[in-house]
């Protein structure tokens, strides 16, 4: 068995599109909406999660065999827990602005939907090197729409893309107006809906009924 | 009084959990095609809220905070414990949601049945923990304005999720474009129910 043979290939792959934390799995969408107004604290965002779902992915595929089924819950909790303590702390020293945008929301990575998901269907019934790739690839899987949101709203909200203008001067002259509404909250529900309808048209087998 | 009053209502219409922060989004679009098991988890979220907010105010104010270990004698001033107001908070959370689990299973078996395995999951609900962070980050001016900060953010979160399940309910006749069916359209009608509540944000009392 190789590193990445075809199995764990699907494992990484998977989640990146036919299978997206977000979208198709209805997992983590509350921070996916909430920190998606800029483009810096969505990538920022979307790193930290990838980080804690990846180890907290091994710790518990290592103890999986140890932990009483009735406090999984508990245990899973409390690992989480750490990881998330020690990134709000890495952010709190390196990136304190961006730390500061995402206020609240880095602490509730604990109670992100994609960590318990993964780690109940996925983590408890698989080695660690199977959970590492399932963690990277959920975490890649959900930074993408992160990403996708927050381009698209920065660039339309504030013409502006990881605070650069983007948006030429000239536009504004003639007339070009941003769009505000896109950078308050409702609209990133719009957007990611708008993100479901594309991807959903493009693969009919995804259709609810 | 005044000020119970605003916190009650602000934290109800113009800091609604799901409108505003989209906090408990998972359970909210997971729950939320039936009335009557969406106005149970409400119930639920509710209860949890108004309990656990009271009792994280407390520790943060009297154990975390830097300083707040003061009462236990001088050389305890310089404490600071806030980097464990995740750990404390999530395990408070954790127990609590544990016990009314046991409660709710002892002595009202058929709301137990009805909730099933939400009940638990509840434990991982953003929005209590989020209710727990944002109280950490207003700095509350006394434990009873914390405690009517829970209850209205459970009171804001019901009535989304209610509203939501009785919109859900009658989408069942529609016809919508198939690739939006379930999961898109239920985003669009949070956004224009969200784009709804923005006229609070005004408010002023």
């Known amino acids: 068995m190789g590193f990445l043979s075809s199995k764990n290939k699907s494992i990484l792959a998977g989640p990146l599109s036919k299978n997206n ?51 999984r819950i508990i245990v899973q909790l409390v690992v989480v827990a750490a990881l998330v303590t020690i990134v709000s702390e890495v952010l709190k020293a390196f990136a304190y602005d961006v730390n500061k945008q995402l206020s609240v929301f880095v602490g509730l990575i604990i109670t992100n939907c994609i960590l318990m998901g993964r780690l109940e269907a996925f983590a408890l019934g698989n080695g660690p090197w199977a959970s590492f790739l399932d963690g990277i690839g959920n975490g890649l899987g ?39 509404l896109m950078i308050l909250p409702p609209m990133a529900l719009i957007v990611v809906s708008i993100i479901i309808w594309v991807h959903r048209s493009r693969n009919k087998e995804l259709q609810e009924k | 009084m005044e000020e119970l009053l605003s916190t009650l209502v602000r934290s109800i219409f113009v800091d609604n959990m799901i409108f505003a922060y989209y906090l408990g989004m998972c359970s909210y679009l997971a729950v939320s095609k039936n009335v009557n098991t969406a106005l149970g988890l409400g119930i639920a979220v509710t209860f949890i809220l108004t309990c656990t907010l009271p009792i994280n105010y407390l520790l943060e104010n009297y154990v975390l905070k830097e300083g707040a270990l003061g009462w236990l004698g001088t050389q305890f001033e310089s404490v600071n414990l806030s980097f464990l107001s995740l750990l404390i908070f999530i395990a408070i959370i954790a127990s609590f949601t544990q016990l009314v689990e046991m409660v709710v299973e002892r002595f009202a078996p058929a709301l137990y049945s009805s909730l099933g395995i939400f009940l638990p999951l509840i434990a991982v609900n953003c929005a209590i923990l989020g209710g727990s962070l944002f109280m950490q980050q207003k700095a509350f001016a006394n434990v009873g304005v914390a405690t009517v900060y829970g209850f209205g953010s459970g009171i804001g979160w019901l009535l989304a999720i209610v509203g939501m399940a009785a919109v859900r309910e009658k989408l069942a006749y529609s016809n919508i474009p198939k690739p939006l069916r379930g999961l898109g359209i239920t985003f669009i009608i949070t956004g224009l129910m969200g784009i709804g509540f923005m006229c609070f944000s005004g408010l002023k009392i």
Request: proline residues 4%; aromatic residues 8%; hydrophobic residues 50%.
């Open chain 1, 142 to 180: 959900y930074g993408i729409i992160l990403i996708i949101i927050g381009f698209f709203r920065e660039l339309f909200g504030s013409g502006t893309l990881l605070g650069y203008q983007v948006i030429p001067k000239i536009c504004y002259d003639l007339g070009y107006v941003n769009n505000g």
């Open chain 1, 21 to 71: 934390p977000v979208i198709i799995q209805m997992l983590g969408i509350c921070s996916a909406l909430a920190v998606t107004s800029k483009l810096e604290p969505s990538i920022v965002m979307a790193a930290s999660v990838t980080i804690v779902v990846a180890f907290a992915n091994v710790i518990i595929s290592l103890l999986r065999n140890t932990i009483p089924n009735r406090i």
